[in-house]
């Protein structure tokens, strides 16, 4: 090689050799150690990756009242939609109950007249057992005894439909009540018929079996009284005038008294249902009606 071929390859720049440097392909990439193919891929790919820029506009204070006002209205208006929606769900769940509890109460007002007037008619039946046994013709009228005596065990208690008053508690469906008038009404009405029951528990007496044995004839007295569809026909006047087996005045005398005592407790019953139920009932059909229209 020449002097002048040397010298010309020692002066070459940098840019020449570049410019001089053979292209890269398939078989100089094969050729090449696995350690200059990596470094020539990375130097690549290098070259095509930007840095971003990391340089924001900052946001004035206006932009960002702005945003938190866009927040603080769907906030605000997610919160009141939801509250009309559980507000209607909730109107819509008290009136189911509205109406199958005025339902319940017109089934009580039903009730609540028969058995008025059981007690009425039970009662005028005891005032005439009671004149009997106190007038001095007692085998003369021994048939109208047997007759009366059976009235003694004929008797209903105002007991009131209950099913709806009874969910609304267990599932706590109350809530859907706002309207505390309404609320302790209810309340109220039902906590007298409860108050009503206890007190007729109370004074209802065991009947005398033992004492009724001494003065009555089994037969008749199983023969005046018997189940029927209509409790007003449930007693039957005796056959014949059964005579009473004695006239002993001191058994006579305990009868009488045991006739007294079922006498008041049924007129208590009867005081207590016009007083505590009667007014009650009405009043809670009546704000029903007003309040979700239900017939």
Same mark, same amino acid.
């Given at each position: 090689?020449?002097?002048?071929? =040397?010298?010309?390859?020692?002066?070459?720049?940098? @840019?020449?050799?570049?410019?001089?440097?053979?292209?890269?392909?398939?078989?100089?990439?094969?050729?090449?150690?696995?350690?200059?193919? =990596?470094?020539?891929?990375?130097?690549?790919?290098? $070259?095509?990756?930007?840095?971003?820029?990391?340089?924001?506009?900052?946001? !004035?204070?206006?932009?960002?009242? @702005?945003?938190?006002?866009?927040?603080?209205?769907?906030?605000?208006?997610?919160?009141?939609?939801?509250?009309?929606?559980?507000?209607?769900?909730?109107?819509?769940?008290?009136?189911?109950?509205?109406?199958?509890?005025? #339902?319940?109460?017109?089934? #009580?007002?039903?009730?609540?007249?028969?058995? &008025?007037?059981? +007690?009425?008619?039970?009662?005028?039946?005891? *005032?005439?057992?009671?004149?009997?046994?106190?007038?001095?013709?007692?085998?003369?009228?021994?048939?109208?005894?047997?007759?009366?005596?059976?009235?003694?065990?004929?008797? /209903?208690?105002? +007991?009131?439909?209950?099913?709806? &008053?009874?969910?609304?508690?267990?599932?706590?469906?109350?809530?859907?009540?706002? #309207?505390?008038?309404?609320?302790?009404?209810?309340?109220?009405?039902?906590?007298?018929?409860? %108050?009503?029951?206890?007190?007729?528990?109370?004074?209802?007496?065991?009947?005398?079996?033992?004492?009724?044995?001494?003065? %009555?004839?089994?037969?008749?007295?199983?023969?005046?009284?018997?189940?029927?569809?209509?409790?007003?026909?449930?007693?039957?006047?005796?056959?014949?005038?059964?005579?009473?087996?004695?006239? #002993?005045?001191?058994? @006579? !005398?305990?009868?009488? /008294?045991?006739?007294?005592?079922?006498?008041?407790? =049924? *007129?208590?019953?009867?005081?207590? @249902?016009?007083?505590? &139920?009667?007014?009650?009932?009405? =009043?809670?059909?009546?704000? /029903?009606?007003? $309040?979700?229209?239900?017939?």
């Amino acid at each position: 090689m020449s002097e002048d071929q =040397n010298v010309s390859e020692n002066e070459m720049t940098p @840019l020449d050799e570049v410019e001089n440097r053979p292209a890269l392909n398939e078989e100089n990439i094969a050729s090449l150690h696995p350690e200059t193919v =990596n470094s020539l891929t990375e130097n690549e790919n290098m $070259e095509v990756h930007h840095h971003p820029d990391l340089h924001h506009n900052r946001k !004035n204070f206006r932009e960002y009242f @702005l945003e938190f006002i866009m927040i603080f209205l769907a906030v605000t208006m997610g919160f009141i939609a939801e509250n009309i929606r559980e507000n209607i769900t909730d109107h819509a769940k008290a009136k189911e109950y509205a109406h199958s509890l005025y #339902d319940d109460l017109k089934k #009580d007002t039903s009730w609540f007249n028969l058995i &008025i007037n059981i +007690k009425t008619w039970r009662g005028l039946k005891f *005032d005439s057992l009671i004149s009997i046994l106190e007038s001095g013709d007692i085998q003369k009228n021994s048939k109208l005894i047997y007759y009366y005596n059976s009235f003694l065990t004929v008797n /209903l208690p105002f +007991k009131p439909n209950d099913a709806t &008053i009874q969910q609304l508690r267990n599932s706590g469906g109350l809530r859907y009540i706002k #309207d505390p008038k309404l609320y302790n009404i209810i309340t109220t009405y039902y906590n007298d018929c409860n %108050f009503v029951l206890e007190r007729e528990k109370e004074n209802t007496l065991q009947f005398p079996i033992d004492l009724s044995s001494k003065l %009555f004839r089994s037969d008749v007295v199983i023969a005046s009284s018997g189940i029927t569809r209509d409790i007003l026909n449930s007693v039957f006047m005796p056959d014949g005038n059964p005579q009473l087996l004695t006239l #002993d005045k001191q058994l @006579l !005398n305990e009868y009488l /008294l045991y006739v007294g005592a079922e006498r008041k407790a =049924n *007129d208590l019953s009867i005081y207590l @249902l016009e007083t505590r &139920i009667k007014d009650g009932l009405k =009043n809670v059909m009546a704000t /029903l009606q007003k $309040e979700y229209n239900v017939q």
